[in-house]
C-alpha cells in the first residue's frame, strides 16, 4: 500500500479510531501538548511519528522483514479491526474522528496488539504491522521522531 499525504504538524499517526475515541471532545491540537501525546503513546493507543519537517510524504506499508533498519519500534492495540495511517492532524479531537482523504487511507487489522516498525527515509515514512503478544504498552521518554 503507498499513498501521499501532507501535513503541517510534521507528524503522521497510525491508530485504531476507537482506541481513541476517549480523546474525540477534546480540543483540535490537544495531542500538540508533548505529554499528552506521550501519554497515548506508551498506552500504546497510537503511533504519533514525529518526521523532520510539515510537507508531503509518501506513506507505506511494508512486510516486517522488510524493516530491518528501522528508526524506532513501538506497540500499538487495535480492538475495531483498521488502522488510520496519514497526517498528524486527523487524529480525533473536536466531535471529529479521521477520514480516508486526501490521502489518508485506513488499514484493515485483525483486533489485538501490533508491532510496528517505522522509518522515514527523505520524504518516505514506512511502516510495518505485525501481531504480537508484547503487552500493548510503550515506555518512550520523550516523543517518537522518525528519520535517519
Known sequence: M??????DTATIVLFDPECMRHRLNEDADWWSLPQEELLEVNRANAAFMNVSADGRYELEVAAHEELGDADVEL???NTS?????GAGEMMSSAGLEPEAEYGNVFLDAVPGSYLVR??????????S????TLDASNSFGDLVRLGA
Open 75 to 77: 506497540v500499538v492495540r
Open 81 to 85: 479491526g483498521r488502522f488510520f495511517f
Open 2 to 7: 503507498r499513498t501521499t499525504v501532507t501535513t
Open 129 to 132: 504491522l505485525t501481531p504480537t
Open 118 to 127: 517505522a522509518r522515514q527515509r527523505g520524504g518516505t515514512v514506512t511502516v
